[in-house]
């Protein structure tokens, strides 16, 4: 049983440092709310296609 708690944890941890990786590379500053801008935004940030691979 030991040996699912680790595996738990492990994949809590590993979760957490995507989940913060993602959460750098989407563009901070754009309003998702608003269509147009957020494509603009979007298609103006290089780092988006790789976050979404």
Same mark, same amino acid.
């Given at each position: 049983?030991?040996?699912?708690?680790? /595996?738990?944890?492990?994949?809590?941890?590993?979760?957490g440092?995507?989940?913060l990786?993602?959460?750098? *590379?989407?563009?901070? /500053?754009?309003?998702?709310?608003?269509?147009?801008?957020?494509?603009?935004?979007?298609?103006?940030?290089? *780092?988006?296609?790789?976050d979404?691979?």
């Amino acid at each position: 049983m030991e040996k699912g708690y680790r /595996l738990l944890g492990a994949s809590i941890f590993v979760g957490g440092i995507l989940m913060l990786i993602a959460t750098v *590379l989407h563009p901070p /500053l754009v309003n998702p709310y608003d269509g147009q801008t957020a494509f603009h935004g979007y298609s103006h940030s290089r *780092l988006w296609m790789w976050d979404h691979f």
